[in-house]
Nanobody
Framework: QVQLVESGGGLVQAGSSLRLSCAAS????????VGWFRQAPPKEREFVAH????????SYANYMKGRVTISRDDAKNTVYLEINNLKPEDTAVYYC????????????????WGQGTQVTVSS
């Protein structure tokens, strides 16, 4: 099973940028889709972006398009999420997760999750 560790969160001012990292251990990402999600209580966890490791194909939530980029580093077995022009409403715990390639594209298919990294955006 893949173990995931997120990092890169913090307290930033509105308008700033952050790059979050998701590092894998135990296995490589090669047969997986790696997704980023976020949760700000009491809201439900919501999709932000994903990348299909084998092809590099990406997908973004509509509400984040234009401000977020997901990318990968094969050598480091790490996926990044860069968020630009951060807004206070982006405040949340950001999680990365994996699902097997060719599984349904929904949150229920993700079966390994990291512990999350807190992003707090001040106005």
């Amino acid at each position: 099973q893949v173990q995931l560790v997120e990092s890169g969160g913090g307290l930033v001012q509105a308008g700033s940028s952050l790059r979050l990292s998701c590092a894998a251990s135990g296995r490589t990402f090669s047969n997986y889709v790696v997704g980023w999600f976020r949760q700000a209580p009491p809201k439900e966890r919501e999709f932000v972006a994903h990348i299909i490791w084998s092809t590099g194909s990406t997908s973004y939530a509509n509400y984040m398009k234009g401000r977020v980029t997901i990318s990968r580093d094969d050598a480091k077995n790490t996926v990044y999420l860069e968020i630009n022009n951060l807004k206070p409403e982006d405040t949340a715990v950001y999680y990365c997760a994996v699902r097997r390639a060719f599984t349904p594209n929904n949150i229920q298919s993700y079966n390994s999750w990291g512990q999350g990294t807190q992003v707090t955006v001040s106005s």
